[in-house]
């Protein structure tokens, strides 16, 4: 089965320090990755989306930034972090289209929750 | 862009009482429908989805939703809601591509 990881759940950091959340997949190859920020009130914001290594596609011009290192390894970072992004931020995952494990469907971590003061 | 609208910021209910959470879309295509659930301290999960056939879809914990394709909604409902089901409840939509836009989320409080 597929599982997916993100790490660290919670994260205190200081203005202007950097960033790295981490995510991977387990069970699946070549998935689409997935990063959103979850706001109150406001749903979910896609901020970086990748279909392959080394592929990402910025959804919002802002501080972070994206990277797939490998297949089922997606990274989020900021060099400075501003007090805006503060947030709890969800990797995903979705399979292809050929209907295999988790096609169409986007499966989301645990979400690792950013406050910086 | 497409845009999707949950019409209900804040919805409380009592035990037993009936539910309907609305969702509008604006994408004029085809479209594929889901709802995401998260509850308390727990990870968003997979409510139902609707991609094609019967426009009305079963989904777990005896949640179900209409696809009115001509009212461009996808209205969530169960006909008797439990303490349980507290939660805040996401619409998604995705179009062609593989990007699920998603509503501003509905929370719901179930009072016991």
Redesign the interface.
């Known amino acids: 089965s597929q599982t997916i990881h993100q790490w660290p759940a919670t994260l205190v950091q200081p203005v202007g320090s950097p960033l790295s959340l981490e995510c991977t997949v387990e069970g699946t190859s070549n998935p689409n990755l997935y990063w959103y920020r979850q706001a109150a009130g406001r749903g979910l914001q896609l901020l970086f989306y990748s279909v392959g290594i080394g592929q990402i596609s910025s959804e919002v011009p802002q501080n972070l930034s994206a990277s797939r290192p490998q297949d089922r390894q997606f990274i989020l970072s900021s060099k400075k972090l501003l007090l805006s992004d503060s947030g709890f931020y969800l990797c995903a995952w979705m399979g292809g289209t050929s209907g295999g494990p988790g096609a169409n469907v986007l499966t989301f971590g645990a979400g690792s929750r950013l406050t910086v003061l | 862009a497409q845009s ?1 609208s ?1 019409h209900n ?1 804040h919805v409380i209910l009592s035990e037993a009482a009936s539910l309907e959470l609305g969702c509008n879309y604006s994408y004029g295509g085809t479209v ?1 429908l ?1 709802w ?1 659930v998260q509850y308390p301290g727990q ?4 409510l139902l ?1 609707y ?1 094609s056939g019967d426009p009305l879809v079963k989904g777990i914990k005896g949640f179900e939703a209409e696809f009115i394709k001509s009212k461009f909604s996808f209205n969530l409902r169960k006909p008797s809601v439990q303490w349980s089901d507290t939660a805040e409840y ?1 619409c ?1 939509v ?1 179009n062609a591509g ?8 509905t929370r719901l409080m179930v009072k016991p």
């Not at chain 2, 593989?98 to 989320?105: A, H, K, R, S, V």
């Open positions: 999707v949950q910021h594929n889901f995401y990870h968003l999960q997979l989805k991609f996401f998604a995705r593989n990007m699920l836009t998603f509503g501003g989320g």
